[in-house]
Nanobody
Framework: QLQLVESGGGLVQPGGSLRLSCAAS????????IGWFRQAPGKGREGVSC????????NYADSVKGRFTISRDNAKNTVYLQMNNLKPDDTAVYYC????????????WGQGTQVTVSS
């Protein structure tokens, strides 16, 4: 079965950190760009960050620049999102997604992981 599985979400205080993981099973991530998206309650899904196939190109939403870092380990078939200095506005369900290129259409979604930033 081809699937993406996110992990690493949880409850954290403002200013804290979390690292999300996106692991693929049934296929290799080597051939794809991987995007992270999030959806807060009552809001639409928004793009957070993306990394190209080689890992040499990354992009970020303005709201997370300087705080989030995306990376990939193709040997582990996993993409990461390191989130530092978290804010309450970062509270959302975070999804990873397979894209043929960053800004391209999503080919496959993960099931999501909840991130809650609250004191």
């Amino acid at each position: 079965q081809l699937q993406l599985v996110e992990s690493g979400g949880g409850l954290v205080q403002p200013g804290g950190s979390l690292r999300l993981s996106c692991a693929a099973s049934g296929f290799t991530l080597d051939y794809y760009a991987i995007g992270w998206f999030r959806q807060a309650p009552g809001k639409g899904r928004e793009g957070v960050s993306c990394i190209n196939k080689s890992g040499g190109v990354t992009n970020y939403a303005d709201s997370v620049k300087g705080r989030f870092t995306i990376s990939r380990d193709n040997a582990k078939n996993t993409v990461y999102l390191q989130m530092n200095n978290l804010k309450p506005d970062d509270t959302a369900v975070y999804y990873c997604a397979v894209q043929y290129y960053c800004s391209g259409p999503v080919d496959r979604w993960g099931q999501g992981t909840q991130v809650t930033v609250s004191s």
